[in-house]
């Protein structure tokens, strides 16, 4: 197929042509033309599947390539290449349009030091092809370059002897985040291991390792490096596969069909598509096809065959849930056998049962040997993660187990061979203390695992909220295929009492859809003709159809599960004390445990040998680096899943940390004090004009504003239903209004101080209305023609009915309020009046709400900002931490630190609340830590023998070691009944 356009006139949108890779059939070219067609200013958009590329009319060329990678396709400019476009357009001037700009892109690079390295750099990048603009900082350790390859120049920098990848740009998947699994990770030493190992690999800029779902989030430098460089810590490690889109489906038939039936599918689908791949996989059917499966079924229906479709993958969810519980039933196992071996040993020696070491060497060897093989099966994880260790000169909580009960068992067996080698140890040996610590370790894992997964039961509470299955309308019938085999433009029916399967645009019917997921809001609200509408929410009570718009990973759900679980990847400041602690923790020990050793054989006046024995594998064994490392990541990710669940999505644990300390809110005044749908409620005419007249012009210059008021006045203006006056040089004025040209007059539209500074003066019965509406809490609009004012609009936004409520709610929690808005002062006035706010700034710009944040932060507040539209991004910005309303714009979501789902202002105090109770949660749990280890060890070195008697057994210092997991574990799983109202 080829590109073909109709020859536009001299003012058609230029053309843009493209290399696409990873095209294969036509419904590659589907989904990328449908991708392409999604840019704004797009026209037409045709792929050529045999050449590989993609023609557009029209679009913004970056916007473009963006949206055909997002569709799964790696896209490139080939105007650069080509001076001309695929079709040259004649115009009016007989030139061809002109090509696109070259594309930009972002390199990091390492190990510069000084303005010569820069000076290096730069010449490197400039002699590759095609480079026609670089920068290079030597503080961001980036270069900006626009033109030539990406992986040439990529590749020019190492050369020069720089380590380089790219950030950002063409062809930039390498600086996506990417998952590694991690395998032999127990503690925060290993944690900070892994951390170090994956920030040295040339191009990383964040790494963040998850000791509970022992994995690791990482930006930037190639994942297999990055693998590499765990493995070679020790560590096992793998690259997470993110699912890739395949024209490849399971059908189950039932019953099994015989041969002859068999070839009759193959034929059937293969007339459709000779390329069509057909095998037998464990009484299953795969296909691979770019026939849409919806008809593959359909026209098997229609031939008597009985089949549905199956997923093609596993949820990894559920890979994750059944890798759990094996991993409980084989700690379990290994807790069972060495409980058994343990106590029956300790019970024979106590009762008396078993013979004096002296006078049966080989009893007691075969005891030992049956230790030996319980501490391989139930300790070997122990072991060799601890030899892995050592392979790297490293030790973390693997060495410390393994080094007490490998001491423990040792030291045993020379008292067998010689029971005069430690003068009383042959009448307590530690045989049953080798075993009975593995036992209480695998059964504190099963403890501590249990109360993990319970952990993540809110992230699967999300994932349970995806519909499996829709009903897709074809040409030929309807029928249910799952929810992963849709494609983009299907169309879908939905029936009352269903959840919405996924993200779509409704083409047919009217409902009502309960969004309660997603807002908290109950009411279920009407939904018609060309309303978006979410997967997960629930349809209540009509039939609908919609037209699918997003898939898998871009849908809203989809979205939300991902923005909670980075936010459990990343670490608050107050976790990275733990971090500092964990890197020497286990050393320190070991320090502790010779040291320990060393006193009771130099100052003991008894049995030196046995008690410096015992001392130094007691303070090895009690001593837990892992409830170190779990107090912060657990408190984490129970508390953003809590918060996810009351619709509050938080980005990144700094903003939890920063929300929890805020002494001050700055509110936006429309669309989040108010309800941000305000309403024309009166028109003041001129002397001389008409109302329709005033609605008229007013709405002719709103038509091309995206301000709120603007939808107003359009509304106000349909009742009369005539067209509205073109007008030409449009200009919209931040906080003052807009401006336009019609027939060389100019008019204007916006508050009292635009008309004034453009040198109008206001009649003075309409100053006097405006300020009596004001106070009100009406919003005055001038209408103005060159010099003559033509009339007055009054437009009002209800407040909200929660958000006095919600305003008094902060001011209890000690936070001060604080309205920002740029409506005339007797307005905002009244709105903070009647929702209880003291203070408030108005008639302001939105440059002016960075000052009022600035001008709090540098009396020592910490400041929160609520907003909801693209001009109050920047104060988003500024402040130390952003609430973005999430019926607000994606530029005011993409800079928040936290969004909310709903629109109640009530959700900002929830929170605070949340994450003022995460906070407290994880100091609990690092109190908790530090305290055990400040008591327990002392106290399992002997300390206190000499006051109180007190020298801790080895088992018993293991069991504590358990607990205090179990008891961090237990106690962040508490806030899963936080509730915040």
């Known amino acids: 197929m080829t590109a073909s356009f109709p020859a536009p006139d001299p003012n058609s949108p230029p053309v843009h042509r493209f290399t696409v890779g990873d095209m294969t059939c036509e419904h590659c070219q589907g989904r990328v033309e449908a991708a392409a067609r999604t840019v704004a200013g797009v026209a037409a958009a045709t792929v050529d599947l045999k050449a590989g590329t993609l023609t557009v009319q029209g679009g913004e060329p970056q916007a473009i390539i963006r949206a055909v990678a997002e569709a799964g396709y790696p896209a490139a400019s080939a105007d650069d290449a080509d001076a001309s476009p695929a079709c040259p357009l004649p115009s009016a001037t007989g030139t061809t349009p002109a090509v696109a700009a070259p594309a930009a892109y972002t390199l990091r690079v390492d190990d510069m030091h000084c303005a010569s390295c820069v000076g290096r750099v730069e010449a ?6 095609g480079v026609r603009a670089v920068a290079v900082n030597l503080v961001d350790k980036s270069a900006a370059v626009e033109g030539g390859d990406p992986d040439t120049v990529v590749r020019e920098v ?68 990055a693998v590499q460089a765990i493995l070679d ?106 409980g058994l071996i343990g106590i029956a040993i300790m019970a024979g020696h106590m009762t008396g049962w078993f013979p004096h070491p002296q006078h049966n060497r080989l009893f007691w060897a075969g005891a030992a040997l049956a230790c030996l093989v319980t501490m391989i099966y139930s300790g070997r994880n122990y072991f060799v993660g601890a030899w892995k260790q050592a392979r790297h000169g490293a030790a973390n909580m693997d060495t410390l187990v393994a080094l007490g009960t490998g001491a423990a068992w040792l030291s045993s067996l020379v008292v067998i061979i010689d029971p005069h080698f430690i003068p009383g140890a042959g009448d307590n040996l530690y045989l049953d203390a080798s075993v009975m610590i593995l036992a209480f370790l695998q059964l504190g894992h099963v403890l501590e695992t249990r109360a993990k997964r319970t952990t993540s039961e809110a992230i699967g509470a999300l994932v349970g909220l995806r519909a499996r299955t829709a009903t897709v309308l074809r040409a030929a019938g309807q029928v249910k295929i799952p929810v992963s085999l849709l494609r983009l433009g299907d ?7 269903e959840k919405v399967p996924i993200d779509g645009e409704i083409v047919e019917g009217r409902t009502t859809i309960d969004e309660s997921m997603l807002t908290g809001e109950p009411l279920a609200v009407a939904r018609d003709v060309g309303d978006p509408v979410t997967g997960g929410t629930m349809n209540r009570s009509g039939a609908f159809v919609l037209k699918v718009s997003r898939l898998g990973e871009d849908t809203t759900l989809a979205r ?71 107090a912060t990541p657990i408190a984490i990710m129970v508390g953003t899943s809590r918060a996810a669940q009351c619709n509050v999505l938080i980005r990144n644990s700094d903003a939890l940390q920063t929300a929890a300390t805020l002494t001050h809110v700055v509110v936006d005044k429309t669309g989040t004090l108010t309800e941000g749908r305000p309403t024309v409620t009166g028109v003041f005419p001129a ?67 635009f008309l004034i500074e453009e040198g109008l003066e206001l009649p003075a019965a309409l100053s006097a209305e405006a300020d009596r509406q004001a106070a009100q809490g009406g919003t005055p609009v001038w209408l103005a023609r060159s010099l003559e004012v033509m009339g007055l609009l009054i437009l009002k936004d209800p407040v909200r009915q929660d958000s006095a409520a919600a305003v008094k709610r902060l001011q209890h929690m000690g936070i001060a309020v604080v309205m920002c808005s740029g409506d005339a002062r007797a307005t905002a006035e009244a709105v903070a009046r009647e929702v209880g706010i003291g203070e408030a700034h108005s008639e302001i710009l939105p440059e002016q709400k960075l000052e009022v944040i ?28 952003g609430f973005a309303i999430g019926s607000g714009t994606d530029v005011a979501i993409e800079h928040a630190d936290i969004t909310l789902t709903g629109d109640s202002l009530l959700l900002v ?73």
């Open 124 to 129: 490197a990048i400039r002699a590759v092809d």
């Open 158 to 225: 190492i050369g020069a002897g720089y380590g380089a990848s790219l950030l950002d740009g063409p062809g930039s998947a390498v600086a996506e985040d990417y998952g590694i699994d991690i395998l032999g990770m127990h503690c925060a030493s290993c944690v900070q291991r892994v951390e170090t190992a994956l920030r040295a690999v040339p191009g990383v800029t964040e790494a963040a390792v998850n000791l509970i779902e022992k994995k690791a989030l990482v930006r930037g430098g190639s994942p297999a490096v």
């Open 233 to 338: 810590q020790g560590y096992g490690a793998s690259l997470r596969q993110r699912p890739i889109p395949a024209d490849s489906y399971l059908l189950l038939l039932d019953p099994w069909p015989e041969a002859a039936d068999l070839e009759q599918i193959r034929d059937i689908i293969q007339a459709q598509d000779p390329a069509a791949d057909i095998a037998i996989d464990n009484k299953r059917l795969r296909i691979a096809t770019d026939q849409h499966p919806a008809d593959v079924l359909l026209r098997l229906a229609d031939l008597g065959f009985q089949a549905e479709l199956a997923e093609s993958f596993t949820d990894p969810g559920l890979q994750q849930a059944e890798a759990t519980r094996l991993e409980i039933r084989r700690a379990w196992w290994r807790a069972f056998w060495a």
């Open 491 to 497: 169309r879908v029916r939905v029936k009352p009492g």
């Open 560 to 630: 939300i599960i991902r923005m909670v679980k980075t936010a459990q990847m990343s670490k608050p400041p107050i976790g990275r004390l733990a971090d500092r602690i964990a890197g020497v923790f286990v050393p320190v020990v070991i320090a502790i445990s010779l040291l320990s050793f060393a006193a009771w054989l130099g100052f003991a006046t008894e049995l030196r040998l046995a008690h410096a024995l015992t001392a130094a594998i007691a303070v090895l064994v009690i001593a837990c680096p892992c409830a170190l490392g779990l």
């Open 687 to 753: 002397t001389g004009g008409n109302r329709r007249e005033v609605l008229r012009w007013a709405a002719s210059l709103e038509g091309g504003s995206e301000h709120p008021l603007a939808e107003a006045v359009l509304n106000a203006y349909l009742e009369y239903g005539e067209a509205l006056v073109r007008l030409d040089d449009f200009a919209a004025i931040p906080g003052r209004g807009v401006r336009a040209e019609h027939d060389g007059t100019t008019y204007l539209l916006g508050n009292h101080h």
């Open 854 to 881: 600035r001008n709090l932060q540098l009396q020592g507040a910490k400041v929160g900002m609520v907003g909801d539209g693209v001009n109050d991004a920047p104060a988003l910005a500024q402040a130390d931490t």
């Open 909 to 981: 105090a929830d929170a605070i609340a949340i994450s003022a109770a995460t906070i407290r949660n994880i100091k609990q749990n690092l109190f908790g830590a530090f305290i055990y280890n400040v008591i327990g060890i002392p106290l399992a070195a002997g300390l206190f023998y000499p006051f109180t008697g007190w020298l801790l057994e080895p088992m018993y210092a293991s069991a504590a070691m358990a607990l205090s997991s179990v008891t961090v574990v237990t106690n962040a799983n508490r806030l899963r009944f936080f509730h915040p109202r």
